[in-house]
């Protein structure tokens, strides 16, 4: 089963930066569409970003929460099978934990920001914002 993995989460301070990764072992991330989740203390799970799976239909595209355009860039290293995450212009609303997340290549990218879109779930990574 396909189970996807994150690390790079960790303590920084306001302003830094973090690069999340998420890959799956025996998996090849490139045929899947991944997102990225968050949920912080006592709020519920919110969409990120996610990266659509390119295939014969779609050129594959990107798509941001609005309240991190700007600031998060997700992209995928095909020759290293994992997605990143980079996180700029850290504040302390970026704390929380961070999930990555897997669907069918048919996701389309107007509703990638939907959970129910993807199978799979890794268990997160935490990141924590200081100020």
């Known amino acids: 089963q396909m189970q996807p993995v994150e690390s790079g989460g960790g303590l920084v301070q306001a302003g830094g930066s973090l690069k999340l990764s998420c890959s799956a072992a025996g998996h090849t991330l490139e045929s899947y569409t991944i997102a990225w989740f968050r949920q912080a203390p006592g709020k519920e799970r919110e969409f990120v970003a996610s990266s659509v799976a390119r295939a014969r239909w779609s050129p594959g595209k990107t798509h941001y929460a609005d309240a991190v355009k700007g600031r998060f860039t997700i992209s995928r290293d095909i020759a290293k099978d994992t997605v990143y995450l980079q996180i700029d212009s850290l504040i302390t609303g970026d704390t929380a934990i961070y999930c990555c997340?897997?669907?069918?290549?048919?996701?389309?990218?107007?509703?990638?920001?939907?959970?129910?879109?993807?199978?799979?779930w890794g268990q997160g990574t935490q990141v924590t914002v200081a100020s």
């Open positions: 997340t897997s669907g069918p290549n048919t996701v389309l990218v107007s509703t990638s920001y939907r959970g129910d879109r993807y199978n799979f």
